[in-house]
């Protein structure tokens, strides 16, 4: 008979690696199933075409969207090195879901092609991007204290314009003598910009 530690019990699966690949699964065979039963009711030179012209479709849409996200971009760095303001938003949140729109456009599915029009639709982009804000909003305020998310809020209060200042912190009331910049006693060197 061995003696020794019992073996470490078996980590519990969380519910989202057991159903997304479930989901996945699921999502392919409706999708090989819709497009057999348009095939036999249309024809497979209208599937292709229509797998065809989805793809050239969300191209379009995923270049477009990349541009739009890379202009904005450019604009908003030249204004802070312009040292002005924060640029004002004009509608560019809007640009990862509609690259995801087109992403879903380019998948061979009709499915996915109905999920990537219903995402170039601007009020459907708007209302997934207020469900996103609120879930990140509820996962940020979820973390336990001294995780990323209280670091995230702690710099929100601490540097509210995002600057940072190099420095160093020399406290007047620490005993004994200070060391110079080349480890032995003197004074230390200025702070330089």
């Known amino acids: 008979m061995m003696t020794g530690s019992p073996p470490p019990p078996a980590r519990k699966r969380s519910r989202a690696r057991t159903l997304v ?27 292709f075409a229509l797998l065809v012209g989805a793809g ?40 990862g879901f509609l690259m995801l729109g087109g992403l879903l456009l380019m998948l061979p599915g009709l499915l996915s092609d109905v999920a990537g029009l219903l995402l170039l639709l601007p009020p459907v982009r708007a209302m997934a991007g207020r469900y996103a804000d609120r879930a990140l909003d509820r996962r940020m305020r ?22 940072v200042v190099q420095g160093e912190v020399i406290r007047p009331d620490a005993p004994g003598p200070r060391p110079g910049p080349d480890g032995g006693e003197g004074p230390r060197p200025p702070l330089t910009p």
């Open 21 to 47: 690949p479930l989901a996945v699964a699921a999502w392919l065979v409706v999708e090989i199933w819709l497009l057999t039963l348009v095939g036999g009711a249309a024809g497979g030179l209208t599937v």
């Open 56 to 95: 050239i479709l969300g191209a379009a849409v995923v270049k477009r969207a990349g541009r739009r996200a890379f202009r904005t971009l450019t604009e908003t760095l030249q204004q802070q090195q312009a040292g002005a303001g924060p640029a004002p938003d004009r509608g560019s949140t809007g640009n």
């Open 142 to 163: 979820a973390m336990v204290p001294g995780s990323l998310g209280d670091a995230f809020q702690q710099a929100r209060m601490h540097h509210p314009d995002g600057k």
